[in-house]
């Protein structure tokens, strides 16, 4: 485990550099708007789908430093969410990242901005991977597509629809699923596409490296509702029981914590027999068992 530590670690050093240097300076004119989105971005944050981008570029032979606009581009997509998903409109949450939320910080109107300008400014980004060498400029047109479809009306934003509009009622197995797919699954999912296309993996590789995603994606989101439940508020970042503050609908309200763990194990073990086949896999074998021990 210590291995993959110090590559998260290399990884989250590389993201953050260049985060910065895509990022407008905050001393620009009108500066609350580039302050609230430079907040939000390094308020934190584990950048796991970045560092997808990064190493599914390297399983597939180029060098993940290759992917750094793209990857940059989908952490600012996911900070977006998070910072709307706060929103008092939405789960009307005051701690994120550890800190407080872009709307406590900011006021209301800046941190919608800031998250429509995290939105609009990472396509800005992820489409300067064209001017990196070795990389085609049509996979760069593939990876725009996929993401703005993976984080669009087709993606995140329907599983975010489908959450808000059923808090409160009860809704079955299938549009649970359903929701936490679409709002979570998703972008890692694309995330994982975008360093495979970028690197040129073929159809079949393609499909694989989406489907390890998929079942990450719920796991990880299992693993969300379960720290909702009983994580450390200090290690977490914010305070637990939003879910049921709000009257969610999550794996552990639909099947209590045991189930909900055994769901999760279940998943992790699909993923592994996915890229079973994969040489240099160790990463992303190592990846699904930190994840499902995960504390934050
Ligand atoms: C369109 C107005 C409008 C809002 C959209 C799409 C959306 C808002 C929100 C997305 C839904 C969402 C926030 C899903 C949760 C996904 C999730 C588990 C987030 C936490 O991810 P981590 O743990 O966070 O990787 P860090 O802070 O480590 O980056």
Partial sequence: MKELENELYECKILVERALDKF??????????IFKAMRYSVFAGGKRLRPILVMKSAELFGLEKEKVLPTA???EMIHTYSLIHDDLPC?????????????????GEAIALLAGDALLTHAFYVIAKNKDVEGIKENAVLDVIAKISKASGPLGMVSGQVVDILSEGVNIDEKTLYFMDVKKTAELIKVSLWAGARLAGAD????????TYGEKIGIMFQIIDDILDTNGDEKIIGKPVGSD???????????????????????????????????KNKEFFMMLIDYLLNRSH
């Fill in 203 to 210: 159809e079949k590789d393609l499909i694989k490296i989406e």
């Fill in 23 to 32: 990022l407008p300076d905050e001393n620009l004119y009108p500066s609350e």
């Fill in 244 to 278: 049921i503050k709000n009257d969610k609908n999550t794996f552990v309200k639909m099947f209590g914590i045991e189930q909900s763990k055994l769901l999760a194990n279940k998943l992790a073990k699909e993923a592994k027999e996915v890229l079973v086949e994969f």
């Fill in 72 to 74: 940059c581009g989908i």
């Fill in 90 to 106: 939405m789960d009307n949450d005051d701690f994120r990242r550890g800190k407080p939320t872009c709307h406590k910080m900011f």
